[in-house]
């Protein structure tokens, strides 16, 4: 599956992995890695889809995800719902 953000889109693999790419740049895809919204741990954009994790960051497979324009947000098969990147106005639900 596929969520589209402002600048990077999220993926979904059949097996639950999350990966991140996104901004096309001087003719090459970037991976926006503003505000953290890729999640893979730093601000660098990537010059290929970054991988965000599965089971092993999740703890479970992850059976959907949704983008903003700097955040997202995944559900994983045993109902927990994990949020990273830009939570400047509370849209990332951790009370911040």
Excluded: Y
């Amino acid at each position: 599956m596929a969520a589209c953000g402002c600048d990077f889109t999220g993926l979904v693999t059949e097996d639950g992995e999350v990966w991140a790419c996104g901004v096309i740049e001087k003719g090459n895809v970037w991976a926006c890695g503003e505000d953290d919204a890729l999640g893979h741990g730093n601000h660098e954009h990537q010059l290929a889809p970054a991988h965000v994790g599965g089971r092993d960051v999740f703890g479970s497979r992850v059976i959907m995800m949704a983008t903003g324009s700097r955040h997202a947000a995944c559900v994983t098969k045993d109902g927990t719902l994990w949020s990273w990147g830009d939570g400047g106005f509370g849209q990332l639900g951790q009370g911040d």
